[in-house]
């Protein structure tokens, strides 16, 4: 019986799905969009964490995944952000609280930032309540700068303080734009944190078969960047990059990643 069936297991996937650019030629959005839907459609996320998406793009994917509700109820959206975007599945868990907070000194500032920052960048979680099991976890979303190095760390330290106040189960996925040799990796599965690399834990290696930002080209380079982290409350039995393409055309320039967790026993 597949992972993904078993009342105990559920499918997370992060995707970043490169925001919303006129320059983008071939790969613009609007040919792109419904390749999105397809490629999340088939995957069957039961937890869907997406970077980059614009109040548009977003508002796309809200019509077009009638199973799966935003976990966002409070966001003020402003069409000069790319928001990283908690969805999940409807009918599977109940959100008991769900928030969002910016990667900067000053949190609850809209589109502050901090240290070396080139982007304003933020992080969206929920406390979901698993109605299959009756337990409830947080999960969260986020995107770390892609120029800041200074940035990235100081970023990483707030995720990871955050998660250490609020205990219990965690899930937290995303665009770390880092590799997993990284000091922002080192941060986030520090012991006292708590989460263990998805990727890792099933034993897959660390060459450019992990690899996930391809630049639209399907030849993935620089290093793994997007990552799912669970804490020990989950058991990893499986986990995919998703290289589905039509005719050379992909729906991102990021490979989706998924990832199967079970409650552990």
């Given at each position: 019986?597949?992972?993904?069936?078993l009342?105990?297991?559920?499918r997370?996937?992060?995707?970043?799905?490169?925001f919303?650019?006129?320059?983008?030629?071939?790969?613009?959005?609007?040919?792109?969009?419904?390749?999105?839907?397809?490629v999340?459609?088939?995957c069957?996320?039961?937890?869907?964490?997406t970077?980059?998406?614009?109040?548009?793009?977003?508002?796309?994917?809200?019509?077009?995944?009638?199973?799966?509700?935003?976990?966002?109820?409070?966001?003020?959206?402003?069409?000069?952000?790319?928001?990283?975007?908690?969805?999940?599945?409807?009918?599977?868990?109940?959100?008991a609280?769900?928030?969002?907070?910016?990667?900067?000194h000053?949190?609850?500032?809209?589109?502050?930032?901090?240290?070396?920052?080139?982007?304003?960048?933020m992080?969206?979680?929920?406390?979901?309540?698993?109605?299959?099991?009756?337990?409830?976890?947080?999960?969260?979303?986020?995107?770390?700068?892609?120029?800041?190095?200074?940035?990235?760390?100081?970023?990483?330290?707030?995720?990871?303080?955050w998660?250490?106040?609020h205990?219990?189960?965690?899930?937290?996925?995303?665009?770390?734009?880092?590799?997993?040799?990284s000091?922002?990796?080192e941060?986030?599965?520090?012991?006292r944190?708590?989460?263990?690399?998805?990727?890792?834990v099933?034993?897959?290696?660390?060459?450019?078969?992990?690899?996930?930002?391809?630049?639209?080209?399907?030849?993935?380079?620089?290093?793994?960047m997007?990552w799912?982290?669970?804490?020990?409350?989950?058991d990893?039995?499986?986990?995919?990059?998703?290289?589905?393409?039509?005719?050379g055309?992909?729906?991102?320039?990021?490979?989706?990643?998924?990832?199967?967790l079970?409650?552990?026993?």
């Amino acid at each position: 019986m597949s992972p993904r069936t078993l009342p105990a297991c559920f499918r997370v996937m992060t995707f970043n799905l490169r925001f919303e650019n006129d320059r983008d030629g071939d790969h613009a959005w609007s040919l792109r969009k419904d390749f999105v839907v397809e490629v999340v459609k088939a995957c069957k996320p039961a937890i869907l964490g997406t970077q980059e998406g614009t109040p548009g793009q977003l508002d796309f994917l809200r019509e077009h995944l009638p199973d799966y509700t935003m976990a966002a109820p409070d966001r003020p959206f402003d069409p000069t952000c790319q928001y990283p975007t908690l969805f999940y599945e409807t009918g599977r868990f109940h959100r008991a609280d769900s928030g969002e907070f910016w990667l900067s000194h000053t949190p609850p500032v809209h589109r502050s930032k901090s240290w070396d920052s080139a982007f304003p960048r933020m992080m969206g979680y929920g406390l979901l309540e698993d109605r299959e099991v009756g337990k409830t976890f947080y999960v969260s979303v986020t995107h770390l700068d892609h120029l800041g190095a200074e940035a990235r760390v100081g970023q990483a330290r707030m995720i990871a303080e955050w998660i250490r106040a609020h205990p219990g189960p965690h899930i937290l996925m995303g665009d770390f734009n880092q590799p997993p040799d990284s000091r922002v990796h080192e941060i986030l599965t520090d012991p006292r944190i708590g989460l263990l690399d998805t990727w890792q834990v099933l034993g897959k290696g660390q060459g450019p078969e992990g690899w996930t930002h391809h630049d639209f080209h399907g030849v993935p380079h620089k290093f793994r960047m997007d990552w799912i982290l669970a804490g020990r409350s989950f058991d990893v039995v499986r986990a995919e990059i998703v290289r589905d393409h039509k005719d050379g055309v992909y729906p991102s320039d990021h490979f989706p990643y998924w990832a199967d967790l079970c409650w552990a026993s």
